[in-house]
């Protein structure tokens, strides 16, 4: 079976968690078919007045636990079966942090790195033109990933509510704190990692302080945990984005790296670090890795290599099932990503609520909703794990499954 293919990865996750579930098994079955799978083609007039035409999907996993949630990507590797992958972790991740949605995805073949802000814009508000009967707040709520940003997510709202002839700001998530977005949602998906890391450093008696990091992505959720494990007292030794990978055994400002970055485009050639070759990253000796940009990041081939002990996944399907399976016989820790980057959902669930509620809460409501949940959601698996001897990956996809399972009983299969 093809390794890169993130679909069969997701699925020999779900099969290989199974067996620790406490819920009717035959009803995993369900859980290994998207609910719904829209495409959709996007025309676009370019700012050169040529016509092109994307390719855009909305995959709907399930929905059995309350509306469909997930974020859109743009980017050009975007593929069905990534789409349909990245919606099954979502329903898994929403059922892990235990919030009232079910998962959902969607992703245009694009990059956004070729098309004017005009284009961008406008090929947002043509995916939305095209998946709009599908979505809304309380059927399927859209939010930030790869390549897409709160300013993606203001012209979503808009396109949508203009469409509707209704103000809509609970059909998406992420937006501008300006347009009822939350606060604290721009830096959720790192900073509920940071809570799950340092609750499990705990539990291995580690200090962060004496502990060196390397970041693979250096957007949203590489970006943000970098300068939230440095503002911990943590080592960041290495970071890489798309266009190069930088080394500084004394440690990374991740501030100065951002503004590095805001100017030139890319980390690559900053100052005071070397240059190291993008495979290297994965082979440093460090204390904890965290992938933070696609999935598929470490195989089989990599795997073997790693010298850190500690794996905090914030990218979505980082590991492929065979380098996990390379990685446990070596002892590596892996928290897993349907909980190391949970705290991006959890968030939006806040913003869902404010936005629905009219009501709007201060960053340390927030914070503080967000590390409560965070913390239970960590101790529960980190209990069955040892528990049922499994890895934290079984025990967040079991506890995962088996929430969702016992919903779709109650309602019926057809739910
Ligand atoms: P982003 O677009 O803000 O940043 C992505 C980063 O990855 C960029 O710095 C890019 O240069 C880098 N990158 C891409 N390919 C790379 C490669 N081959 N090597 C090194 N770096 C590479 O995206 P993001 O929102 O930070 O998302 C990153 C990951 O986190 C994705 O897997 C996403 O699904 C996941 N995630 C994000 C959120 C969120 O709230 N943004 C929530 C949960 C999970």
Redesign the pocket.
């Known amino acids: 079976m093809d390794e890169t293919n993130a679909f069969d990865n997701a699925i020999k996750q779900l099969e290989s968690a199974s067996k620790f579930c406490t819920c009717d098994r035959n009803l995993v079955e369900i859980l290994k078919y998207p609910q719904k799978i829209i495409e959709v083609t996007i025309p676009l007039q370019m700012d050169n007045g040529k016509i092109k035409v994307f390719t855009g999907y909305r995959v709907q996993h399930n929905n059995a636990r309350g509306p469909y949630k997930g ?1 859109v990507r743009f980017h050009p590797a975007v593929n069905l079966e990534e789409v349909k992958a ?1 919606s099954l972790w979502m329903s898994m991740k929403c059922a892990v942090v235990n919030i009232p949605f079910g998962g959902a995805k969607g992703g245009v073949i694009v990059d956004p790195k070729k098309l004017t802000a005009h284009e961008i814009e406008h090929l947002t508000r043509g995916y939305i033109d095209k998946i709009f009967e599908f979505i809304g707040p309380m059927k399927d709520i859209l939010a ?4 897409t940003n709160a300013q993606t997510m203001a012209w979503i709202m808009d396109e949508y509510s203009h469409i509707s002839r209704e103000h809509s700001p609970a059909v998406v998530t ?1 937006k501008p704190v300006d347009n009822e977005g939350s606060l604290g949602r721009d830096t ?2 790192a900073m509920g990692g940071k809570y799950v890391l340092v609750e499990y450093l705990k539990t291995k008696g580690l200090d962060i302080q004496l502990l060196s990091v390397a970041i ?7 970006y943000n945990i970098a300068k939230l494990l440095h503002e911990e007292g943590a080592l960041i030794v290495a970071i ?3 266009k190069g990978t930088i080394y500084n055994e004394t440690g990374i400002d991740p501030t100065a790296a951002m503004k590095f970055k805001l100017k030139h485009g890319s980390i690559k050639n900053m100052p005071e670090s070397i240059e190291i070759k ?1 495979e290297d990253l994965f082979s440093l000796n460090c204390d904890i890795l965290i992938p ?3 999935e598929n990041a470490i195989d089989h081939k990599n795997a073997k290599n790693i010298k850190a002990k500690i794996i905090l996944e ?3 399907g980082p590991v492929t099932p065979e380098a996990d399976l390379i990685l446990k016989d070596k002892g590596v820790n892996i928290i897993p990503d349907i909980l190391a ?1 949970s705290g ?1 959902v959890t968030v939006s669930y806040f913003e869902w609520v404010q936005n629905l509620s009219r009501d709007y809460w201060t960053l340390e409501v927030v914070d503080n909703k967000l590390k409560e949940i965070m913390l239970k959601a960590f101790n529960d698996i980190h209990d069955f794990a040892n528990l049922k001897k499994c890895t934290l990956r079984e025990a967040a996809f079991a506890l995962a499954i088996t929430r969702i399972c016992l919903a779709t009983k109650n309602r019926g299969i057809l739910s």
């Open positions: 974020g990245l930030p990933d790869v390549n992420g959720a998906t693979q992505g250096f957007g949203n959720a590489g890489a984005d798309s993008t933070a940009a696609l914030l990218a979505n980057n991006g």
